[in-house]
């Protein structure tokens, strides 16, 4: 199995901030990488697919970027509704793999 | 708009078999765009896929549970369903089903609001 790992694992930061978090394949993975936000209770969101592909009604302020082994997930100004927890996934082989997630909390 | 929700027991004792359905709605599960899968989430813990089925019923699953696991479709009530076999304490979890995209980046594009299940002896 392809194994993701994200960092940092845990994130505080003030509304207004830029942060970006990492994913990292243990072997490359083209550009077949997905982000999700997840809240408490809540639906896991889809992002951004295939790196850098933005979803449907999910605000510029997010955006993906990498290929092969390393990819990042970037807000540019933090709003109050981005408090939650991040995931990537990757595509590439089966089975399909998650990172351990980076819980982005308000400082 | 398409939506996905899982039904089911909350409550399953230690070696019985835990059952799950997803109903779809606001759509068709029979497209060829997209498998449906399951994912689940252990309590502090992150997200595994347990496996997926296209609505022809070609099945895959993760090769950690593919022993324990069956997933089956049933295209005229637009639903599919989980089954895992006997169950320990390691599969409590959040239990979602989830659509996924065929083509493209092959992502968990909708996912049902989750349940959660809870297994003891």
């Known amino acids: 199995d392809i194994q993701m790992t994200q960092s940092p694992s845990s994130l505080s930061a003030s509304v207004g901030d830029r942060v970006t978090i990492s994913c990292r394949a243990s072997q490359t993975i083209s550009r077949y990488l997905n982000w999700y936000q997840h809240k408490p209770g809540k639906a896991p969101k889809l992002l951004i697919s295939?790196?850098?592909n933005l979803q449907g009604g999910v605000p510029s302020r997010f955006s993906g970027w990498g290929s092969e082994t390393d990819f990042t997930l970037t807000i540019s100004s933090l709003q109050p509704e981005d408090f939650a927890t991040y995931y990537c996934?990757?595509?590439?082989?089966?089975?399909?793999?998650f990172g351990q997630g980076t819980k982005l909390e308000i400082k | 708009q398409l939506q996905l929700q899982e039904s089911g027991p909350g409550l399953v004792k230690v070696s019985e078999t835990l059952s799950l359905t997803c109903s779809v709605s606001?759509?068709?599960?029979?497209?060829?765009?997209?498998?449906w899968g399951w994912i689940r989430q252990p309590p502090g813990k992150g997200l595994e896929w347990i496996g997926s089925?296209?609505?022809?019923?070609?099945?895959f699953y993760s090769p950690s549970l593919k022993s324990r696991v069956t997933i089956s479709v049933d295209t005229s009530k637009d639903q599919f369903s989980l089954r895992l076999t006997s169950v320990t304490a390691a599969d409590t979890a959040v239990y979602y089903c989830?659509?996924?995209?065929?083509?493209?980046?092959?992502?968990?594009?909708?996912w049902g609001q989750g349940t959660m299940v809870t297994v003891s002896s």
């Open positions: 606001g759509g068709s599960i029979s497209s060829s765009s997209y498998y």
């Open positions: 996934q990757q595509s590439a082989n089966s089975p399909p793999t």
């Open positions: 089925i296209f609505f022809t019923g070609s099945t």
């Open positions: 989830a659509r996924r995209q065929l083509g493209g980046g092959g992502a968990f594009d909708i």
């Open positions: 295939a790196a850098f």
